[in-house]
């Protein structure tokens, strides 16, 4: 895509998004946000690629980005204490939840704490960072890979079973500079519900997208492996799964990989 033209979009943004740096091909979006929020970045800057060589997921993990994706990064400045900032993420998924449901009809899942499903297939991943200033302030980066226009074998035979993208399930391509806007249209409006009125309205929304809550969950956390069923989210945005031996336990976003079963 060409640097996306917004002139036709009725829900304009205020101010996420107005300071857009935009690559053809870059190894990771994420890592240029750290770079420019580690000197100094305003508020609400957007780094957008059209491709990534080098996606980055979580715990390592790798993100295929190649042509046909929506594949950026916002870095976000909350004047909130750093340790009540992980709902974020919680709140990046309800935005795109919304953006998706809003204008595709499509059904559109969250899988805690932030993987967006379509269909029983991953549409969308999001990977939130904090980064250090020079001067000591902190930025959140939240990157954003949504599969707007990926077709089966662009996802290659890795992901071909557990991956989809709005196009496959459409059957139609969606036009993407618009949805890339609505999307931060719709972040920009999450996020400030969540600074002004605080986590309870994204929770809500969240559990209204939910597919995890009621389900039979394994959890990988660092060594340990537990079964259980999800029960609730509490207060924080951590999941509360009781496991099979009847134990209450909770875990934080971050540290975990969750399987629904
Ligand atoms: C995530 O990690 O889901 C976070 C992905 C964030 C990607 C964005 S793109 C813009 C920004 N810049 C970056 O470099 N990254 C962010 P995780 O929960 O760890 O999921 C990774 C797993 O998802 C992989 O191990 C694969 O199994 C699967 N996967 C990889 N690419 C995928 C894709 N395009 N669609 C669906 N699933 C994918």
Redesign the pocket.
Known sequence: MSLPNHQFIDQKTKWLGHRLHYYSQV?????I?RELAKKYAVAGTV?L?DR?T?????????????DG?????VILKPSIQLENTPPITLMASVAIAEAIEKNTQLKPGIKWP??IYING???????TEVVTGEDDSYSIIV?????VN?TKEA?GQ??TL????LSMELKREVERDEFFYKTLYQLEKWYTIWHDRGFQPIKDAWKKHNITLGNQVKISSYDEIIYGQALDMDDHGALLVKGSNGEMRRFNHGEV?LRTI
Not at 69 to 73: D, E, R, V
Not at 143 to 147: C, K
């Open positions: 190894e990771s979006t994420n890592q946000a780094v690629a990534q080098g996606g980055e997921g979580r715990l390592g993990r790798r993100w295929v980005s190649g994706g929506l594949w950026f990064s932030n993987d297939r991953k549409v969308c991943g999001i990977l990157g954003i890979g949504i599969n990926i996802f890795e992901l557990t991956a989809t993208s990989s």
